[in-house]
Nanobody, 121 residues
């Protein structure tokens, strides 16, 4: 089945940067779309960015130009470089895998436990 494990979150001031990692455990997800979603308290899980072998990286409008998703297949890991962070980026960040791209988290599986990102103003 396999699972994705998120790490790299933390507390950062507005304008700062963090790099999140999404490591595959138990299998490779090289042929899958791997996407980052985030969920703030009281809100639904929302799409952030996605990457696959056949698509150019995709981003939500709220992070475009600030976040960069990348993939290292030798390490079975997907990264999310987050720059120019804003307080509204505060959320638990999750990564999931799907056979085709969707902006709906219900189409993804193999979620990890998430990693908390807190941006102070």
């Amino acid at each position: 089945q396999g699972q994705l494990v998120e790490s790299g979150g933390g507390l950062v001031q507005a304008g700062g940067s963090l790099r999140l990692s999404c490591a595959a455990s138990g299998r490779t997800f090289e042929s899958y779309v791997v996407a980052w979603f985030r969920q703030a308290p009281g809100k639904e899980r929302e799409f952030v960015a996605a990457i696959s072998r056949v698509l150019s990286p995709l981003y939500s409008d709220s992070v475009k130009g600030r976040f960069t998703i990348s993939r290292d297949n030798t390490k079975n890991t997907v990264y999310l470089q987050m720059n120019s962070l804003k307080p509204e980026d505060t959320a638990v960040y999750y990564c999931g895998a799907a056979p085709v791209f969707s902006g709906n988290s219900l189409h993804y599986a193999n979620w990890g436990q998430g990693t908390q990102v807190t941006v102070s103003s």
